[in-house]
């Protein structure tokens, strides 16, 4: 079935470790997103990338870092220079580069810092 | 930064009733978007209006939007408690189109 898979779904952090979180879609899109959303509020965007070997950062940027070698996958690093990386991180697929339309989402990935 | 502010906060009706829902952003946009977000899940898309549109329809879903005002309304008709969950509207902003800014969400909650 076609769609975007992340992982892992939970992952524990100790203070001071950097974690990448995965993102994969087989739906051929051209662009991909990495947002944050704690709880109660709404997403904000950390990176995201319109065409392979290129991305930009969001409104919350600091802290992390992505790459996109290949088109399908689109990993977030959480660097231990983000203070407050404990949050619920969502990835999401659009069709082509400069389309305003529809996301699709994956499942999420639910970080907590111990 | 979130563009869009949702209201309520909260919102709980029974089974059978009309939920509505409403958004309000800052900036000019080129479409706006109504997701659905289920306790622990991933977003799912609900329905698109874009700027030189004013009502849409998408089975029990009415999206309003007045651009002169920047809001718009998201109507639920005859809910069911599987339409539990939490619904954010998110804009595709003119000139930073390619990305979305999401609203704080209303998490709405229907009870038999």
């Known amino acids: 079935d076609g769609g975007i898979t992340q992982s892992p779904k939970y992952l524990f952090r100790k203070e001071g470790q950097n974690v990448t979180l995965s993102c994969e879609q087989n739906l051929n899109h051209d662009a991909m997103y990495w947002y944050r959303q704690d709880p109660g509020q709404g997403l904000r965007l950390i990176y995201y990338?319109?065409?392979?070997?290129?991305?930009q950062k969001g409104d919350i940027a600091e802290g992390y870092s992505v790459s996109r070698e290949k088109k399908e996958s689109f990993p977030l690093t959480v660097t231990s220079a983000q203070k407050n990386p404990t949050a619920f991180y969502l990835c999401?697929?659009?069709?082509?580069?400069?389309?305003?339309?529809?996301?699709?989402f994956g499942e999420g990935s639910r970080l907590t810092v111990l | 930064s979130q563009q869009g502010e949702e209201d309520p906060q909260a919102l709980s009706i029974q089974e059978g009733e009309n939920a509505t829902m409403n958004c309000s952003y800052k900036t000019s946009i080129n479409n706006l978007q109504w997701y659905r977000q289920n306790s622990g899940r991933g977003l799912v898309h609900l329905i698109l209006?874009?700027?030189?549109?004013r009502e849409k329809h998408s089975g029990r879903l009415r999206v309003t939007l007045d651009t002169s005002k920047k809001s718009s309304s998201l109507l639920i008709t005859a809910s069911r408690a599987a339409d539990t969950a939490s619904y954010f509207c998110?804009?595709?902003?003119?000139?930073?189109?390619?990305?979305?800014?999401f609203g704080t969400g209303t998490r709405l909650q229907v009870t038999l």
């Open positions: 998110a804009t595709a902003n003119t000139g930073t189109a390619s990305k979305l800014t």
């Open positions: 209006i874009r700027s030189n549109e």
């Open positions: 990338s319109q065409i392979v070997n290129d991305f």
């Open positions: 999401a697929s659009r069709g082509t580069s400069g389309d305003t339309g529809e996301l699709f």
